[in-house]
Nanobody, 120 residues
Framework: QVQLVESGGGLVQPGGSLRLSCAAS????????MGWYRQAPGKQRELVAT???????HYADSVKGRFTISRDGAKNTVYLQMNSLRPEDTAVYYC??????????????WGQGTQVTVSS
């Protein structure tokens, strides 16, 4: 199985920046897609950004031009650079991986989440 651990969340002023990291560990053969989702209290979990093994990226309209997703294949780690943060970006951010291991078919895995709070 794959374990995902997020880090880098915290409290930041509006207009500030944060960089989230997600490290994947386990008996991994291949990770096809990694991404970030977020969920605010009382709201459904929503897609923020994804990146494929080939380097293709996708962003939610609400974060285009402000967030950048990147991936280090050798370290099985995905990053989310968040700039020009707004109060509406406040949420728990979850890492996701679409991966194949030596003991399981290709499936999705989720981290436990990291809190991002944007407030004055």
């Amino acid at each position: 199985q794959v374990q995902l651990v997020e880090s880098g969340g915290g409290l930041v002023q509006p207009g500030g920046s944060l960089r989230l990291s997600c490290a994947a560990s386990g008996s991994i053969f291949s990770i096809y897609v990694m991404g970030w989702y977020r969920q605010a209290p009382g709201k459904q979990r929503e897609l923020v950004a994804t990146i494929t093994s080939g380097g293709s990226t996708h962003y939610a309209d609400s974060v285009k031009g402000r967030f950048t997703i990147s991936r280090d294949g050798a370290k099985n780690t995905v990053y989310l650079q968040m700039n020009s943060l707004r109060p509406e970006d406040t949420a728990v951010y979850y890492c996701n991986a679409d991966a194949l291991t030596i003991t399981a078919d290709r499936t999705y895995y989720w981290g436990q989440g990291t809190q991002v709070t944007v407030s004055s």
